[in-house]
């Protein structure tokens, strides 16, 4: 509570009072209906005071309710509070006091699947925001206010902003797994709306990425996509197990219409792998290439199984094709039309050989000197030293057990 005030008193803004009210109107009402039908402590004797004609309650509430009071104390106060402004994007200061009202918006909120809409409604302004901040930093080289591109810190804080939000997405998902396994229904529901807030994220990533001249942020946003199809894969799992239930509540063609989409993804990853082992005419290439009609071949099944809507087969052979194509480079690499590599691999590949006389196994590695003297002349030399990313303060808010 004390470092939640201490943060305040440093960003000096002048509240604005209409948003105040408003959201204290809004936070007395949201624990008012909590306080009527989740409370669970004994009430105890009217006090005056902290807040006027209400009766204390013990401490026995859920986060929920502390988390309300906590804001609606600041609410109140002397002037401590400042407006989260809703203009806000990674790297303002203001951006700390809106992340800590989307907190508070998650605390209120107790059902699993609201949750994980919320989460992915933040994921949204999160790509949103990403979008925004290279504009404004567009618009300052226009301006002559900036000889760079871009500026490493502003896009880099901006692309782990989505970066965690992903992570949050995908937590709450499985946390939703595990909640409403019971309710096949509003499971499907829920996966079939993250299912579609997916493939738009995918588009509107792939658009800013175009846009970044950043070679690191370049590379993030890569493994953000990454992870974005590996949730995706868990969301597709679930549509496909209450599809064999009955529980969907979609066409069958919209399914297989889902699950093409998905497997366009490992296509185009094979693609991009193949233009990089083209390239490469040693016998690492050679051993590269077999493994890569490998993943191809299971492909082409996987294409199979969906003309014959065995749908679960199809989720399987994607899953195995993608794990070759991860073992070839270790992670997707973006390559360009033609075939020169756009950034760096996360990790070196390996490739599996048969075990030795002496039971170790043989393993061969690519050099990547080529794609990272191709993704320099690309993306353009990165400084020595480059500057160090302050991320925005984050608000902890004590929650009473």
Do not use: C
């Amino acid at each position: 509570m004390a470092r939640l005030a201490e943060q305040l008193k440093m960003i000096e803004v002048t509240p604005d009072q209409k948003w105040k009210n408003e959201t204290r109107a809004f936070l007395l009402s949201e624990i008012a209906n909590y306080k009527q039908k989740n409370l669970i402590g004994e009430k105890k004797t009217s006090r005056a005071g902290l807040f006027s004609g209400w009766q204390a309650v013990s401490f026995a509430w859920r986060p929920v309710g502390v988390a309300a009071v906590v804001m609606l104390f600041f609410l109140s106060g002397s002037g401590l509070l400042t407006v989260a402004s809703r203009d806000a994007v990674p790297g303002d200061k203001l951006f700390a006091l809106r992340r800590a009202w989307e907190k508070v918006n998650e605390y209120i909120v107790t059902d699993a699947a609201h949750k994980t809409e919320l989460a992915s409604a933040v994921l949204d302004n999160r790509v949103n925001d990403l979008q925004r901040v290279l504009d404004q930093e567009s618009q300052l080289v226009s301006a002559g206010e900036k000889t760079e591109p871009v500026d490493n810190i502003n896009i880099m804080v901006a692309v782990n902003e989505v970066k965690k939000q992903v992570e949050e997405v995908n937590d709450k998902f499985v946390a939703m797994q595990d909640k409403e396994k019971e309710s096949g229904e509003k499971l499907a529901a829920t996966a079939l709306a993250l299912n579609d807030k997916i493939i738009n994220y995918k588009e509107e990533l792939k658009a800013v990425r175009d846009k970044v001249s950043n070679m690191e942020a370049d590379q993030e946003l890569g493994k953000v996509l990454e992870k974005v199809e590996i949730i995706n894969t868990e969301v597709l799992a679930v549509l496909v197990e209450k599809h064999g239930k009955g529980e969907l509540p979609a066409e069958e063609n919209n399914l297989a219409s889902r699950l093409e989409d998905h497997l366009n993804e490992v296509k185009n990853k094979a693609d991009q792998v193949a233009g990089v082992v083209g390239a490469s005419e040693d016998k690492t290439g050679s051993e590269l290439a077999v493994k890569l009609d490998e993943a191809k071949e299971t492909i082409k099944k996987a294409n199979e199984a969906l003309d014959k809507n065995e749908y679960s087969l199809v989720l399987t052979l994607t899953k195995d094709s993608d794990k070759i194509l991860e073992m070839i480079y270790g992670s997707i690499y973006e390559v360009k039309n033609d075939g020169d590599v756009k950034g760096e691999a996360t990790r070196t590949p390996e490739i599996l050989t048969p075990k030795t006389d002496n039971g170790s196994s043989a393993s061969t590695t690519i050099e990547n000197s080529t794609s990272t003297e191709n993704s320099s002349s690309q993306k353009g030399e990165v400084a020595a030293e480059e500057p160090e990313i302050e991320e925005p303060v984050e608000f902890q808010v004590d929650i009473v057990k």
